[in-house]
């Protein structure tokens, strides 16, 4: 705790520069042709994931911890607002059918609820009580992690969340695009991603949004590698939700196995896992 205070002190002693906020590097964006708009576009895009590269010192403690949780029987949970809480509900959203987990072990919420995922709630985000008893809704403990997303880094839902969420004893982490933020200053992880100024100024959806997804497939795919939810390089746990994905795990179990297609098949289709599948011709051998 005392730790945590030091930290919060030294960030506010710092003068918080938002590069997101900043007034784009392009001007004259309506008298570009399509072509130099998306070329610029792209242009500034691949500057993102050198930004990402550069905050990997910062995530891999995150990305351990919450592992170190989730392996003892907690969840991970993501807050944000507006297009931060919406990657965070996609990333949470996909990892059950990627790696065959339940579907409240990593779990997204956003500031105004399901209905902001596709409409803009009126000043959600401004709320600081609001995340705290969002959380409480599953439960939330000790063996949790929560994650608080925010481009600016300054988000009261945000911060709100983060701070009660300290003060119950809960790990904390957060994914951000400033440095020195009062997101930053409230998580014991954080994660500072400074992709720079956005193409039309200020539209953080663009490479702020591209960051922080980024951040959140690095974090999730490596949490779930870490619980062995990935055998080799595949999703042995991944759900067989329709025809490709059932004929991906038919390959799968062929490459892991030497069995032909036809054997392959009639495996998958008895045990419903690919893992199970290739499970059961390994033990047999």
């Not at 507006?82 to 990333?91: E, I, K, M, P």
């Not at 390959?251 to 009639?266: L, V, Y």
Request: glycine content about 10%; charged content about 25%; some cysteine.
């Amino acid at each position: 705790m005392e730790l945590q205070i030091n930290k919060k002190r030294a960030y506010k002693n710092r003068i918080m520069e938002i590069v997101t906020e900043k007034e784009s590097n392009y001007h004259d964006l309506d008298k570009m042709s399509v072509g130099e708009i998306l070329y610029n576009i792209n242009k500034e895009d691949q500057t993102v994931a050198d930004a990402v590269a550069k905050a990997i010192p910062q995530l891999e403690p995150l990305a351990s911890i919450t592992a170190e949780k989730m392996k003892k029987g907690g969840r991970l949970f993501y807050i944000g607002a507006g297009t931060s809480g919406r990657l965070g509900v996609l990333d949470a959203s996909e990892c059950p059918p990627t790696f065959g987990v339940p579907f409240d072990w990593i779990v997204g919420i956003i500031a105004g609820g399901d209905t902001a995922i596709r409409k803009a709630v009126e000043f959600a985000e401004d709320d600081t009580e609001q995340a705290w008893k969002d959380l409480q809704e599953f439960d939330i403990t000790e063996d949790d992690v929560v994650v608080g997303i925010a481009a600016s880094g300054t988000t009261p839902y945000v911060i709100g969340g983060l701070n009660t969420a300290n003060a119950h004893g809960i790990v904390t982490g957060c994914v951000v695009c400033n440095v020195g933020s009062p997101v930053a200053a409230e998580a014991q992880y954080p994660v500072e991603v400074v992709v720079g100024p956005e193409f039309v100024s200020g539209s953080t959806r663009m490479k702020s949004g591209t960051a922080q997804k980024l951040i959140l497939n690095m974090l999730s795919t490596s949490v779930m590698i870490q619980l062995g939810r990935v055998k080799g390089n595949k999703m042995v746990d991944m759900q067989l939700t329709n025809h490709k994905l059932f004929s991906r795990g038919i390959n799968m179990i062929m490459q892991e196995t030497g069995k032909d297609h036809d054997i392959a098949t009639q495996l998958l289709e008895k045990y419903g896992s690919v893992r199970k599948a290739i499970e059961s011709v390994l033990i047999n051998h």
